[in-house]
């Protein structure tokens, strides 16, 4: 049996990731990891309380030996747009959130409206990376 477990996004710097994941977004640690025999590289995840077993990995855009320059500018580029990475998450009540995270200073790109498939809206994280918040309909 196949289980979901967790993903990666890219992030500009991970301690400013880490501030907005866990203090504007709520959620929990799951690792912080740093390999010093590795070049200081650091393993940072981060996940929603409630949901033990799934974690977002929040991942410095690595260098050499990794990536060339050419193909790190290229993930940078997509970043600034919003294109390297996308996270869907769910919550009760889109509106409340909204007006939660606002609160916080989050900048939406798309406030709540109601879509074919649910209350949906969207917002960046600090690296660009493209995030959207809905609430499904019931599909029952």
Do not use: C
């Not at 690792?31 to 409630?50: C, I, K, N």
């Amino acid at each position: 049996m196949i289980s979901f477990n967790s993903t990666q996004i890219w992030v500009h710097d991970q301690d400013v990731a880490l501030e907005f994941y866990t203090k504007t977004l709520g959620m929990v640690v799951r690792a912080d990891v740093s390999l010093p025999e590795m070049g200081g590289f650091r393993w940072l995840s981060v996940g929603p309380a409630h949901q033990p077993d799934i974690s977002i990995v929040l991942m410095k855009i690595p260098g050499e030996p990794v990536m060339d320059d050419a193909t790190k500018a290229k993930v940078e580029e997509l970043m600034g747009k919003g294109l390297a990475g996308f996270l869907f998450l769910t919550t009760d009540d889109v509106d409340a959130t909204y007006a939660e995270l606002t609160a916080k200073g989050v900048e939406f790109v798309d406030k709540p409206t109601d879509e074919p498939y649910g209350r949906d809206s969207s917002f960046r994280d600090p690296s660009g990376n493209h995030i959207r918040l809905m609430k499904p309909y019931s599909m029952g």
